[in-house]
């Protein structure tokens, strides 16, 4: 007879029970979890002697170093939850776009898309065209063991707009002449975009993520109406790839005035940007969603008494909504002291009583 293998009376907590995870799906918590977008970067001294010698395109598709950025804030930080390090141009390149990250700039595009000619060189992306970021994700999964990954994507806006300008863009004045002046065209582009937003987050899920966030940075460029008529149907169906699979976060920038109808593109969890106050953000979004942010990061070059008084009100704040995941109202900025984000994760553990 076999002795049968003991089975432990509780399972191990895993990243399914995170905070992050319990939070972005609307649960009232003792203290909110709490990671940084931009957590990894240049202002880890890790990071940039990691990066030395190899260009940001290549570090995204080389796992072992997607790893070790990833780990490092975690490691460093104590913070509740990894972001996947990565690009949200990556994507595009993989299905064959002829593009860079310029340092300093950002993402440039070689070929601006200005014409329906360009469809045909933005092929559907398809898992085989990535399993690079499959073994990545996996890798990381089994470091983080109960420490929730986010993966990540652009969304359809922000992609076009770095695709049709053909770099970053104060104006956007190509992408709204091309929504505007082609409408059938930009459908078509955007509705490309969703695809493939669409499968890069799910092979993310496949491989072991928690959790999701699409990043609509440059979507507060846009009037409520066009975003209605021209963008969220797109967002809409990126998000709706993954749908019940991992809670889903929702962020753009300047979005004050959008946040209503971002929420509607379906999410569970709406990214707040910090010129917004979070009892506003519940407020324009019914009070549905849970909210993510939003600390000024611009403050964290502040004296510590004016960070410690801000992550207190936001966190109070925070307390009101169904969930609340707390975060910069946008990256971490190259020069901020990382010893800076330290003190806000310990703050912010210091809020709550862990054991419970
Ligand atoms: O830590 C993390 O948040 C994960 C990594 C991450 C990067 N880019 C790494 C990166 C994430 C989530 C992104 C998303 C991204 N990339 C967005 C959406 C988020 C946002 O900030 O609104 C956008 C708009 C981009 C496009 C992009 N890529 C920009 C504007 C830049 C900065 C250009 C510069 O040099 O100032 C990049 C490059 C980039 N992406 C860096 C990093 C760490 C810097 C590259 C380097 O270290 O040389």
């Given amino acids: 007879m076999t002795t049968p293998a003991t089975t432990p009376a509780t399972p191990t907590p895993g990243p399914a029970d995170s905070l992050l995870v319990r939070a972005a799906r609307g649960e009232r918590l003792d203290r909110p979890p709490v990671w940084f977008m931009r957590q990894a970067g240049r202002s880890l001294p890790e990071y940039r002697e990691v990066r030395e010698g190899t260009t940001m395109l290549e570090s995204c598709r080389r796992p072992d170093l997607v790893t070790e950025i990833t780990l490092q804030p975690v490691r460093r930080h104590g913070v509740d939850a990894a972001i996947f390090f990565s690009d949200i141009v990556v994507p595009l390149q993989a299905v064959g776009v002829d593009l860079d990250i310029v340092a300093g700039v950002g993402p440039v595009v070689e070929e601006p898309f200005r014409s329906r000619a360009d469809l045909a060189r933005l092929p559907e992306l398809t898992p085989d065209l990535v399993p690079d970021i499959t073994e990545s994700v996996r890798l990381l999964v089994a470091e983080l063991g109960a420490t929730p990954l986010i993966g990540f994507s652009g969304a359809p806006f922000t992609l076009a707009s770095y695709l049709v300008e ?23 582009l ?10 890069y987050l799910t092979v993310q899920i496949d ?5 999701i966030q699409l990043f609509d940075s440059w979507v507060g460029y846009l009037s409520r109406a066009d975003y209605e008529r021209y963008v969220r149907p797109h967002s809409a169906r990126a998000l709706e790839a993954v749908a019940g699979r991992v809670p889903r976060i929702h962020f753009g920038v300047g979005t004050g005035e959008l946040l209503g ?17 979070l009892l506003d953000a519940l407020e324009r979004t019914g009070g549905r969603y849970a909210v993510q942010g939003n600390l000024d990061p611009a403050l964290l070059f502040a004296p510590w008494e004016v960070v410690e008084r801000e992550v207190r009100r936001i966190v109070d704040e925070g307390r009101q909504a169904p969930g609340h995941v707390f975060n910069l109202g946008h990256g971490v900025l190259p020069t901020t002291d990382p010893t800076m984000l330290t003190r806000v994760v310990e703050l912010v553990h210091s809020l709550g009583d862990d054991s419970a």
Avoid: F
């Avoid at 109808?261 to 106050?277: H, L, N, P, Q």
């Fill in 166 to 188: 053909g770099g970053p863009s104060r104006n956007h004045e190509h992408t709204k002449a091309l929504m505007h002046g082609d409408p059938q065209l930009w459908h078509d």
């Fill in 190 to 199: 955007c509705a490309r975009l969703a695809q493939i937003a669409g499968a």
């Fill in 207 to 211: 491989a072991g993520a928690s959790a």
């Fill in 261 to 277: 109808s971002m929420a509607e593109a379906g999410t569970e969890c709406i990214g707040v940007d910090y010129r917004v106050d």
